[in-house]
């Protein structure tokens, strides 16, 4: 039996901060079963009042509809074919913009003033099947396979240019695909880690920023209760000297289901706990540097 390690978080960029604004990024997940996992980001566009809740709105509302399929259908969404899995992302769409719209009624406001960004992806140990609006990334590597980009990001004629879901030609510009190899490890950004993970000569995936990631969930039992990492990583001043813009993450890992009853009990042994935590805080230490080090230039890098 497999389960999905994942998480989900999202960092306030340097430039929103100076300007008091919010965090419009939203990342989230649900495991649907523990080997079937839907996820989502949405990144609110920065000319828009609430796109901080429209991006909330859009990652919810994904996450729901998938939510309500029937549990026993899920591997049979994998054989769809493109047709119709653009049909039920079509269908997502109107959900999404129905509720925007409802919110902008609330708000008082258009609701173009609650445009954001949607990458939305399904996975299970046979497949995937994802769909994208706008820029930012879906990465993904299959078991025995190489990283793969799932879409390029939309880029527009001007720069900071890119499709909305509440743009006009958010379904012509949706990209959607049906994926048949068996999936291992997920990571799914907004547009605020674009430059440091993708290298867009090529469209391929830096592995040098994945790997740590990927490792981070190798080594870590539950992701959600030991996110320092990640946090630290996202928040890292040396990232931020890359991107001022907001940053989400959303990982996962398909591993073995491991039970809670496997897991050695060392609460009475209070050395043992110490030197533990002490190997994963290097082990994590480790794991940032040699993310950070792949941003820089060989002279500033730093050692472990």
């Given at each position: 039996?497999?389960?999905?390690?994942?998480?989900?978080?999202?960092a306030v960029?340097v430039?929103h901060?100076k300007?008091?604004?919010?965090?419009?990024?939203?990342?989230?997940?649900?495991?649907?079963?523990?080997?079937?996992?839907?996820?989502?980001?949405?990144?609110?566009?920065?000319?828009?009042?609430?796109?901080?809740?429209?991006?909330?709105?859009?990652?919810?509302?994904?996450?729901?509809?998938?939510?309500?399929?029937?549990?026993d259908?899920?591997?049979e969404?994998?054989?769809?074919?493109?047709?119709?899995?653009?049909?039920?992302?079509?269908?997502?769409?109107?959900?999404?913009?129905?509720?925007?719209?409802?919110e902008?009624?609330?708000?008082?406001?258009?609701?173009?003033?609650?445009?954001?960004?949607?990458l939305v992806?399904?996975?299970?140990?046979?497949?995937?099947?994802?769909?994208?609006?706008g820029?930012?990334?879906?990465?993904?590597?299959?078991?025995?396979?190489?990283?793969?980009?799932?879409?390029?990001?939309?880029?527009?004629?001007?720069?900071?240019?890119?499709?909305?879901?509440?743009?006009?030609?958010?379904i012509e510009?949706?990209q959607?695909?049906?994926f048949?190899?068996?999936?291992?490890?997920?990571?799914?950004?907004?547009?605020?880690?674009?430059?440091?993970a993708?290298?867009?000569?090529?469209?391929?995936p830096?592995?040098?920023?994945f790997?740590p990631l990927?490792?981070?969930?190798?080594e870590?039992l539950?992701?959600?209760?030991?996110?320092?990492?990640?946090?630290?990583?996202l928040?890292?001043?040396?990232l931020n000297?890359?991107?001022?813009?907001?940053k989400?993450?959303l990982?996962?890992?398909?591993?073995e289901?491991?039970?809670?009853?496997?897991?050695?009990?060392?609460?009475?042994?209070?050395?043992?706990?110490?030197?533990?935590?002490?190997?994963?805080?290097?082990?994590?230490s480790?794991?940032?540097?040699r993310?950070?080090?792949?941003?820089?230039?060989?002279?500033n890098?730093?050692?472990?």
């Amino acid at each position: 039996m497999k389960e999905w390690r994942a998480i989900a978080r999202s960092a306030v960029g340097v430039g929103h901060q100076k300007q008091n604004i919010p965090c419009q990024d939203f990342g989230a997940y649900s495991l649907i079963a523990p080997d079937v996992m839907v996820g989502a980001v949405s990144d609110g566009a920065g000319s828009a009042k609430f796109s901080d809740r429209g991006a909330e709105i859009a990652v919810e509302t994904s996450i729901l509809l998938f939510q309500k399929f029937p549990k026993d259908i899920y591997d049979e969404l994998l054989q769809l074919t493109l047709e119709r899995a653009k049909e039920i992302f079509e269908h997502l769409l109107k959900n999404i913009l129905k509720k925007i719209e409802q919110e902008a009624q609330n708000l008082n406001c258009d609701y173009r003033e609650l445009a954001c960004t949607l990458l939305v992806f399904l996975a299970t140990p046979h497949g995937m099947v994802a769909m994208q609006i706008g820029d930012g990334f879906i990465v993904a590597r299959p078991h025995d396979g190489e990283l793969q980009l799932l879409f390029n990001p939309d880029k527009g004629e001007y720069i900071n240019e890119t499709t909305f879901v509440t743009s006009s030609n958010a379904i012509e510009e949706m990209q959607v695909q049906v994926f048949d190899w068996k999936p291992y490890f997920i990571c799914a950004s907004t547009d605020g880690l674009e430059n440091v993970a993708i290298e867009y000569k090529n469209s391929k995936p830096f592995n040098a920023f994945f790997s740590p990631l990927e490792e981070y969930l190798q080594e870590t039992l539950v992701p959600e209760e030991e996110d320092q990492y990640i946090q630290d990583f996202l928040n890292s001043e040396r990232l931020n000297t890359r991107t001022h813009d907001d940053k989400t993450l959303l990982l996962g890992l398909l591993t073995e289901l491991t039970s809670t009853l496997d897991v050695p009990n060392t609460t009475t042994d209070e050395p043992e706990i110490e030197e533990t935590e002490q190997k994963q805080n290097n082990k994590r230490s480790f794991r940032i540097k040699r993310i950070i080090n792949f941003f820089l230039p060989s002279s500033n890098k730093t050692t472990s």
